[in-house]
């Protein structure tokens, strides 16, 4: 049930040396390649990082919050093309994302979201142009974030949800 797979997914970010299978990497790529996106017109690319000196390096890519990509067995960025799909790239990457992130847990595995978006390296240079030249993509392309997927080094309690009456309205009411 899916109830139940949302509460196991929680973000992980101390893996084992055991390496996520290129199996298992495809399978995780081919759930997000079944997400919606707006139009269909499918902006989104997916860059496989496998290489250890490779991860090392793209966990620099922001000052603070991407360390656990070193360590990873994997990272995938999640990348778009603005040209296709200017206006809605953004949500059809997260719902790609999140789709990953399911898929992930399903599989016994653990993944955390790298966010990207305003976030700047050790050097003060924005993100995104650290991630475009580490890349080596052309300005049309954003990489909208980096999920590091890798087993499980770590135990968290299942996912406690939010509180539904104060995140659930009926239409009119006053939304606090
Ligand atoms: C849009 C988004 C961006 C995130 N960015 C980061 C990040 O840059 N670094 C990080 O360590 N965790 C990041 N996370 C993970 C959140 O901190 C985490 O999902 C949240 O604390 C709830 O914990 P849970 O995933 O275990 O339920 C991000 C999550 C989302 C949804």
């Known amino acids: 049930m899916l109830l139940d797979l949302v509460k196991k997914r929680r973000s992980i970010r101390k893996f084992t040396d055991e390496p996520v299978t290129n199996e298992d990497i495809k399978k995780i790529i081919e759930v997000a ?14 860059i496989v990082v496998r ?33 296709i799909s200017p206006v809605t790239n953004h949500q059809d990457a997260s719902i790609a994302a999140s789709f990953i992130m399911l898929q992930v847990a ?15 390296n050790a050097d003060g240079r ?4 650290v991630l ?28 406690i949800a939010f509180n539904y009456d104060e995140n659930v309205f009926e239409d009119l009411d006053d939304i606090k």
């Open 33 to 46: 390649l079944h997400a919606p996106t707006a139009k269909n017109l499918n902006p989104v690319r997916y």
């Open 51 to 83: 290489d250890k000196d490779r991860l090392k390096e793209l966990s620099k890519f922001k000052k603070v919050g991407a360390h656990f990509i070193d360590g990873a067995s994997v990272a995938i960025a999640i990348v778009t093309d603005t040209e």
């Open 126 to 129: 924005a993100a995104k142009d």
């Open 132 to 159: 475009r030249e580490f890349f080596n993509l052309d300005n049309k392309f954003d990489v909208e974030c980096i999920m590091a997927i890798g087993h499980p080094a770590e135990q968290k309690s299942e996912k």
């Open 106 to 120: 399903e599989m016994g595995l653990g993944a955390t979201w790298a966010n990207v978006t305003t976030s700047v």
